[in-house]
Antibody, heavy 119, light 113 residues
Framework: QVQLVQSGSELKKPGASVKVSCKASGYSFSTHAMNWVRQVPGQGLEWMGWINTNTGNPTYARGFTGRFVFSLDTSVSTAYLQITSLKAEDTAVYYC????????????WGQGTLVTVSS | DIVMTQSPDSLAVSLGERATINCKSSQSVLYTSNNQNYLGWYQQKPGQPPKLLIYWASTRESGVPDRFSGSGSVTDFTLTISSLQAEDVAVYYCQQYFSSTRTFGQGTRVEIK
């Protein structure tokens, strides 16, 4: 069965970096895109962008350029989200989500990774 | 960016009754070359990741109960739960994927009356 398992919660200080992992299993990793979605506690969903798991080409939504980097390690079927120069407002749950058969929606989701930025 | 506006922000419906959630996009999400509306619906229960319910505005994802249905076209869309069950208590989001930035609506909370 398809599973996306994300790394555990992180507590970071402002200015630090964090790298969230998303390990996929149960399907051929390079046949489905990987989306990233942010959810600030108690708030709605924000689509951050996606990465083409075949070419490694990332696409970032407006507001998620510069400090946010999507990457892959196809040898271990894992996608990564790195955030640099962390700010308090980056405190959120970050989800990876597999691109659906239509190529656009997200049909399987990771459990989410809470990143807390606090001094 | 395309702005997605859902209404209402929350609603309370009796068990077995119909729940209707609206989603309006700031511009058309209908791709005329394939006549598809680039819109999906998700359900998020407390403490869980979202779950895909509907794509192409009206196509139900595999395994989704048929009490969930999507309708609408161009800029106005609706998610209907025909007979609300206790397990349907959740926040529901629409998302457009017509533009390169795939924006979500703000969410609609559905509760039991």
């Amino acid at each position: 069965q398809v599973q996306l398992v994300q790394s555990g919660s992180e507590l970071k200080k402002p200015g630090a970096s964090v790298k969230v992992s998303c390990k996929a299993s149960g399907y051929s990793f390079s046949t489905h895109a990987m989306n990233w979605v942010r959810q600030v506690p108690g708030q709605g969903l924000e689509w951050m962008g996606w990465i083409n798991t075949n070419t490694g080409n990332p696409t970032y939504a407006r507001g998620f350029t510069g400090r946010f980097v999507f990457s892959l390690d196809t040898s271990v079927s894992t996608a990564y989200l790195q955030i640099t120069s962390l700010k308090a407002e980056d405190t959120a749950v970050y989800y990876c989500a597999r691109g659906g058969g239509d190529g656009y929606t997200s049909d399987y989701w990771g459990q989410g990774t809470l990143v807390t930025v606090s001094s | 960016d395309i702005v997605m506006t859902q209404s209402p922000d929350s609603l309370a419906v009796s068990l077995g009754e119909r729940a209707t959630i609206n989603c309006k996009s700031s511009q058309s999400v209908l791709y005329t070359s394939n006549n598809q509306n680039y819109l999906g619906w998700y359900q998020q229960k407390p403490g869980q990741p979202p779950k895909l319910l509907i794509y192409w505005a009206s196509t139900r994802e595999s395994g989704v109960p048929d009490r969930f249905s999507g309708s609408g076209s161009v800029t106005d869309f609706t998610l209907t739960i025909s007979s609300l069950q206790a397990e349907d208590v959740a926040v529901y989001y629409c998302q457009q994927y017509f533009s390169s930035t795939r924006t979500f609506g703000q969410g609609t909370r559905v509760e039991i009356k």
